[in-house]
């Protein structure tokens, strides 16, 4: 185990795990946490196989443009590790009956689809997370890392605007870090505050940081992707941890 202390948290990444169980699937969303989960199993574990993917989601599209920025930069960064070429990426037809269906059956879909501002979005991100778990039946991954950490405390979300991902703090600590044998996510346990003593700890901060998008705001609320919306769960959180917000538009 590889311990990473940080803001008074600590994670442990366990790098026998990623030995073992590779070619590791990486899902690389473009925004702070997974950007920083990908270097450091790179940095700690060089010796493994990767298989970095990003969903795209029409209707949000800034998290690919910097998911490509982001896998770019970690392969020059790290020459040596085993990363393909490209960053593999995939889209989902909503519009196809079968596709709709494997969404509509998918335990989140009763959870999200309620507060959604575009059904479509909901049901694209739903879907792709379907496609993500086809990957791994055909084995183009045997385990896949995910960037998930617990929510900020209950005092702080119950100060902004009820969200879904708001009330994640009434399952936050104690939350399993390998589900189902197959989704590892070391963060789990471990807020936002975490992830920016690790950016600081890193030296990440005008190297990576800024490359990192956490928004999920519309077009409507980004102004056509120009800014953060700085009203989203995300902007909020990442806000709380860093003391600012998303950067990347500003390039």
């Known amino acids: ?144 890392l995910n960037g998930m950490t617990a929510a900020p405390p209950q005092e702080i979300c119950e100060t902004w605007p009820i969200f879904v991902e708001s009330r994640r703090y009434k399952v936050n600590l104690d939350g399993e870090t390998f589900l189902n044998n197959v989704n590892y996510r070391p963060f789990r346990n471990v807020d936002k505050k975490w992830v920016a003593g690790m950016y600081e700890k890193e030296g990440l901060m005008e190297w990576l940081y800024p490359y990192t998008a956490s928004c999920t705001g519309y077009q409507k609320e980004t102004k056509s992707f120009t800014e953060p919306c700085k009203n989203c769960f995300w902007c909020r959180e990442k806000y709380w941890a860093f003391g600012q917000y998303d950067l990347c538009f500003d390039r």
């Open 1 to 144: 185990m590889i311990e990473l202390e940080a803001a008074g948290q600590t994670v442990y990444l366990n790098d026998d795990l990623l030995r073992s169980r590779q070619p590791v699937g990486m899902s690389l969303s473009g925004g702070a946490d997974s950007a920083l989960l990908f270097y450091l199993a790179c940095k700690y574990v060089p010796e493994a196989k990767y298989f970095p993917w990003c969903g795209i989601d029409v209707a949000r599209p800034p998290h690919i443009w910097f998911a490509r920025e982001i896998f770019q930069m970690m392969k020059e960064r790290f020459p040596h590790v085993d990363i393909p070429d490209k960053l593999y990426e995939f889209d989902i037809d909503v519009k196809d009956p079968k596709e709709r269906a494997r969404a509509m059956a998918h335990p989140m879909w009763k959870h999200h689809v309620a507060e959604s501002k575009e059904g479509g979005a909901t049901k694209r991100l739903i879907c792709a997370h379907n496609e993500m778990l086809m990957r791994h039946k055909y084995k183009y991954w045997n385990i896949f």
